[in-house]
Nanobody
Framework: QEQLVESGGRWVPPGGSLRLSCVASKSIFTTFYKGWFRQAPGKEREFVAG???????KYADAVKGRFTISRDVNKNTVDLQMDSLTPEDTAVYYCAADPRTLSDDQRTDPRKYEYWGRGTHVAVSS
């Protein structure tokens, strides 16, 4: 059974940094396209960042230059380093994966992802 488990969410003041981690089962880690999404209260789930098995990365405009997605082959994790955090980054962050070859547009659509973690909450406030 494919699994994704997120960790690392917590409270952080504005301007701070946080690193989220998503542990994936080996089949997901080595072959699937993996993405990070977030959902703030009262808002729809939105794409944050994604990475392919060939290390092709994609970011939402709102996080470009502040967030970095990466893979750790030794730990089977997909990490999201978040810097210069603002209150607008407050949300539940989800790790997602899909085995299909997604187009560039499809990678930002949460409906295209088959597997999801349960989420980890990030709160940015003073």
């Amino acid at each position: 059974q494919e699994q994704l488990v997120e960790s690392g969410g917590r409270w952080v003041p504005p301007g701070g940094s946080l690193r989220l981690s998503c542990v994936a089962s080996k089949s997901i880690f080595t072959t699937f396209y993996k993405g990070w999404f977030r959902q703030a209260p009262g808002k729809e789930r939105e794409f944050v960042a994604g990475i392919s098995f060939s290390h092709n990365v994609k970011y939402a405009d709102a996080v470009k230059g502040r967030f970095t997605i990466s893979r750790d082959v030794n730990k089977n994790t997909v990490d999201l380093q978040m810097d210069s955090l603002t209150p607008e980054d407050t949300a539940v962050y989800y790790c997602a994966a899909d085995p299909r070859t997604l187009s560039d547009d499809q990678r930002t659509d949460p409906r295209k992802y088959e597997y999801w973690g349960r989420g980890t909450h990030v709160a940015v406030s003073s």
